[in-house]
């Protein structure tokens, strides 16, 4: 993935048993020998700059990162554990954590493939008798590699491409939790001893999945019993989740071909080449009103942000009456779709 090599300088130790997280904290910079403060690399006055403390658990970046056209809109990437309590106004998510649990590091930020990790849930005393992990994440339908478009579709590969030395414990069957319909598996690693419970649902266009980690299957069972605490919007499901009511209708590919009255190309100030994922909200006279960048440097987002303010769609009608739109727009170079040929390959 591009944004990998892009982000420089992040201070992450990333460990995923196919979806379970953590992140370490950042460490102290350390003295520097060599030239002094010169602009010609001169030590004329042998003088060293005041060493700078980096704070634990930071993570340091520069390069390209998510950013907003403004600071009121919700973001998926925006969900936050306060009281023991995961919220996320994106998704309207509400999950209090099974006491003793809590969440240490935050997730990293979005990938640019829009996938999201929302909450990362494991117990406070990894060393006590309750041993597993609770990760939460999303993962957007406008840009993924995968070839999917739903929750259905996602959850199916998931099943199919499971890595050789795990076992499916449980097919996919449809079931419900905190009154809404998800797809659900369980498959586990016998060398490992290791089980893992998969739920997911759709909501605004994403698949939100919800997996449970342990070598514990007591403990899976009441995880999931727990779930149906949760408070989750109207409109999640395995056959919804499409915005409406008071949110945006959530549309792929809207922002292209005849949808679009009036279009500005944005000018660059220099050449990258990492794709930059943009999700925009179109309000009901067909003008840009909130631009989410997923992944891109500052001078990008500017341009991007400058270009888009000055497009025009044509408004979107349902039942006659015009709503506004959620949509995605890939600026420079998408990654290559999973399963796709490589550049110059024969197609059979």
Known sequence: MRSNFLRLSVVITLHMSLLASRLASGQDSQPKSGPGNGGDFSSANNSTQALTKVPTVVILVKGAWSSASD?????????????????????????????????????????????????????????????????????????????????????????????????????????????????????????????????????????????????????????????????LPAEAGLTTGMGGSDLPVCIKDFAGGANVIARVDPIFTESKFNPVPVRIIIDRRGKVKHIHFLSAFPDQAKAIGDALSQWKFKPYLRDGVPVEVETGIMFGRAARPIGAPAAGASIE
């Not at 979005?110 to 609770?134: E, H, K, M, T």
């Not at 999303?138 to 590699?145: I, K, L, R, S």
């Not at 030395?165 to 016998?190: C, H, K, N, V």
């Open 71 to 231: 600071s009121i809109t919700p973001l998926p990437e925006g969900g936050s554990v306060s009281n023991n309590v995961f919220h996320s106004e994106y998704f309207g998510i509400r999950y209090a954590l099974p006491s003793g649990w809590i969440q240490r590091y935050e997730g990293p930020p979005p990938s640019d493939s829009g996938r999201y990790v929302l909450a990362q849930i494991r117990p406070a005393d990894r060393r006590g008798p309750i041993r597993g992990n609770i990760l939460i994440t999303a993962q957007d339908m406008f840009f993924t590699p995968l070839p999917e478009v739903n929750v259905l579709q996602h959850m199916k590969y998931v099943k199919d491409h499971l890595q050789v030395d795990y076992q499916l414990e449980q097919p996919l069957t449809e079931t419900r939790i905190a009154g809404r319909s998800f797809d659900f598996l369980a498959y586990w690693a016998p060398v490992a001893q290791l089980h893992w419970y998969v739920a997911a649902t759709q909501i605004r266009c994403h698949t939100v999945e919800i997996v449970l980690s342990s070598r514990d299957t007591k403990l899976l069972e009441n995880l999931v019993l727990d779930l149906n605490k949760m408070i």
